[in-house]
């Protein structure tokens, strides 16, 4: 069974910065996902921070937009409240509410 995990604070920073790298450099978000493999609906929902992104995505778009990684978690985020809401979620963790199994296959594979 899996839990839905919810973005958070870091996901919404994160998606910022995304968003804003991408404008400076006069992306559409249908460029950005023709590069990615994904679509302009899935670009967006990152950067409003309604869906994670994965590390391996994120390292791709750092690479199509010319940043290192760090700079996703630099500007625009709130250090206080994204450490609260990480604190919080480990505690939830370790409670045992969030125990998953993990599907090491491929995602074309599952």
């Known amino acids: 069974m899996r839990l839905k995990r ?3 604070l870091l996901d919404k920073a994160i998606g910022k910065n995304i968003q804003q790298r991408r404008l ?3 992306l559409t978000r249908k460029m950005l996902g023709d590069l990615l493999g994904v679509s302009f609906q ?3 929902k990152y950067e409003i921070g309604q869906n994670r992104v994965a590390a391996s995505t994120l390292f791709e778009i750092a690479r199509i937009l010319r940043v290192p990684l760090r700079y996703f978690f ?3 985020a709130d250090r206080k409240s994204i450490t609260a809401s990480i ?3 480990r505690r939830v963790d370790l409670r045992g509410r969030s125990s998953r199994q993990f599907d090491c ?3 074309a594979a599952r």
């Open 6 to 8: 919810s973005a958070n």
């Open 74 to 76: 630099s500007k625009h």
């Open 24 to 26: 400076q450099l006069l």
């Open 105 to 107: 296959r491929p995602r």
């Open 42 to 44: 899935q670009v967006q």
């Open 87 to 89: 604190a919080y979620r």
